[in-house]
């Protein structure tokens, strides 16, 4: 909100000053919720890529040894046919368990890409972001690096098929209530008794929109 628009609705400097700041707190706390919801996710994916990481590590570390034994046993018909055996069912464990790893890394990695983009959406309930996530998640947009093919058209369709899962500006009336739940003060136009009291900040808006030269003040009640 501009400070000049406040101005030229003549509102005093003190009046503007506290619409101002309120403003800005609510902007920089949604910021950071936003940030710190952000970063959550991003430390748990990483602390699961990083042990994922470690079983890789370790099935290393058992190929190896195998490999030691069948140096070692290469005089040995027996030992060797066993630790080729060995071997084998090693590797097959081994590349079941990377192709695992792979999947849940990629659908880990899908998951926050969605999710990410979803946090630049504004929903109308927490409930609504779930549905729209979850049925996202649920359409398996193919990655191009970092990018979902597809969900800009998806988020489109969506809002046609579910307009009220996302949010729009508050009623006129809703608007009567600052950021803290508190009532603004009652706006009183000078020189027309015939004027309802107790006008709110939007229907000031408006009335100076359509009648510029107009004069106000607020009733401190």
Do not use: C
Request: no cysteine.
């Amino acid at each position: 909100m501009k400070r000049s628009f406040l101005e030229d609705l003549g509102l005093d400097k003190e009046t503007v000053d506290k619409i101002i700041a309120e403003n800005g707190s609510d902007i920089e706390n949604a910021k950071a919720a936003a940030a710190k919801k952000f970063d959550t996710e991003r430390d748990t994916f990483k602390g699961q890529l990083s042990d994922l990481q470690a079983q890789v590590a370790q099935r290393d570390t058992d190929l190896s040894d195998i490999q030691k034994q069948l140096s070692a046993a290469q005089e040995n018909a027996d030992k060797l046919a066993e630790a080729q055996n060995s071997l084998k069912g090693l590797q097959s464990k081994y590349d079941a368990e990377r192709k695992d790893w792979e999947a849940k890394t990629a659908q880990q990695a899908y998951e926050f890409a969605v999710r990410e983009r979803a946090n630049a959406l504004e929903f109308s309930s927490t409930a609504a972001k779930k549905e729209f996530i979850r049925d996202a998640i649920s359409k398996g947009f193919k990655m191009e690096q970092d990018k979902l093919l597809g969900f800009d058209d998806y988020v489109s369709l969506y809002k046609e098929s579910d307009p009220g899962a996302f949010a729009t500006a508050a009623p006129a009336a809703e608007q009567d209530t600052a950021h803290d739940g508190k009532k603004q003060p009652d706006i009183v136009l000078p020189g027309k008794s015939d004027e309802k009291p107790g006008k709110s900040l939007s229907d000031l808006m408006k009335a100076k929109n359509a009648n510029p030269g107009m004069v106000i003040s607020f009733d401190s009640k």
